[in-house]
């Protein structure tokens, strides 16, 4: 590794961006008072002020869920990156390099090191992979299936497809410049280590398909064959940058193409992404050789209000059609809408619009089956609804699954769906239901002590202790939260305008960061105007009872028969003193 990124350039990245700007770019803002509010988009609630925003603090909070973190874990939260991607996204925002404390080796110029330099690695596999389709001897053979398949040159390039050579050490022999750098292969998944040692590419002879991450950067390939060889596909396996159930091919280019994505729909295959791109329908992703994820209709629902899953219409397509309905129930809310496509049998996305053209297909599109019909259709195919008994099977069948559904008018209309067709009453029904699922987080119950208000107050008001002198009695005294107080108040006092969310980035990963975050955002009862007050006279307290305790100490030795020595003679007289004037 070329080393860890300095907590100071953390702090100072953190203090010149604006947490508001930052969100306000992904999720609409509006302000009420001296924050500004939101629907939350980590839980599937309909309240559009619970999610909390604080410019003076740089922390958001949602008081639902219960979530809260500075501008890097929201991006990390939301964009679904990992910590060092979203450091690099802030450092991109303000045009600053990011520094590296030295790690004590020498780095080769050319060796690729750390997260950063593995995708500039896998970027330039894939420029490699783009040249050999035009060079390579086999790229005749490749074009010729590109043209077969329909697909034009510019499209080839704008998805930058590629191909992979025959060989078994093309890549290797191309990138492996050294074992450091070998290894990096090993980890990217390009390569696979052999167990006698050395390694071998993974891809070989495939038309290869690049898999972009949301900031435009290569994390995966998957890999097709030119004839009926299996496995017909071969994806990236899990890597440190790629996580197949959390991406989706295509994503990147769809919004390039529109920044507003009035809804996506989602294929199957890489091969239907490139054709119905070609066909201009430019709004289509794949998953990546797994099932539609929760994590995956989270990630679509982030972009658009409108979700089309693309299935095959024989009896394995509506299997997974059904699997991806269950992992989307929890975020279906109001505003939101997921429709279900079928196929014609023996037909595929890239097949068919080939042969029908965008306008038919678009058509299909249009008439996808809502949510409700699709679920409704498949649970009554397994029931018949002449009798008493079938009717109380749907109800089992039906109700777990309502149970998904948020709170939402759209889920009081599938009720009242449920109701008709078992003809009982609205009452009998809600005899049945359980209560709506909820994600509503009951403020958690802090007894209040003076150390824990002390950090509270300190946490939602660090500017209070900058410059404040050192309490040397602060070690001394043996008093539970005091050291975590010590920490803190290390930081405060040489760190002038501070907000909670840099504060808190100190503590990313240690134990105490949950219990911090909760005292950031617990409601102390202390009005605001008053809390350097209230700040002051713990701090004061705690020196008060140093002083009695020290005192006591003093005189139980000297009761004891013990001698005071000189020293702790004058400092008692001084103590009594002390605490006569306080």
Known sequence: ???RIPKNFIDDLISRTDIVDVIDSRLKLKKKG?????RCPFHNGNNDSTFSVSPDQQFYHCFNCGVSGNVLSFLMEYDGIEFVDAVEVLAESLSIDIPREDSGQTQSPTTYVDRKDLY?????????YQQQLRTHSNSEKVINYLKNRGLSGKTAKYFQ???????WDEVRKKFAINKQTEQQLVDAGMLISKESGGSYDRFRDRLMFP???????VIGFGGRVFDDTTPKYLNSPETPIFHKGKELYGLYQVKQYEKDVQRILVVEGYMDVVALGQFDINYAVASLGTATTPDHIQLLFRQTSEVVCCFDGDSAGRTAAWRALENALPSIQDGRTLRFMFLPDGEDPDSLVQKEGKEFFEKLIDQAMPLSDFLYQHLLSQVDMRSADSKSKLAQLAIPLLTKLPDSV??????????????IEKEGLKKLLPAAATVERKQTSQKITPMRLAISLLLQKPQMAYQLAKIPEFQEMQIPGLTLLNSLLEICRV????STGQLLE????EPQEKQLITLATWKNQVQEDKYEQVFFDILDNFLSLHLTQRIEFLKQKSRQGDILTTEETVQLAQLLKEQKQH
Not at 211 to 217: K, L, T
Not at 506 to 509: S, V
């Open 1 to 3: 590794m070329a080393g």
């Open 34 to 38: 001296k924050s500004y509010r939101a």
């Open 120 to 128: 500039q690695l896998m970027g330039d596999i894939t420029r490699f």
């Open 161 to 167: 497809i590629g191909y992979a050579p025959d060989g």
């Open 211 to 217: 898999i972009h991450d949301r900031r435009g950067r």
């Open 410 to 423: 759209f889920r009081q209309m599938m009720e009242t769906r449920l109701i008709s067709l078992l003809g």
């Open 495 to 498: 760190t002038p305008h501070l």
């Open 506 to 509: 100190h503590w990313r990963g």
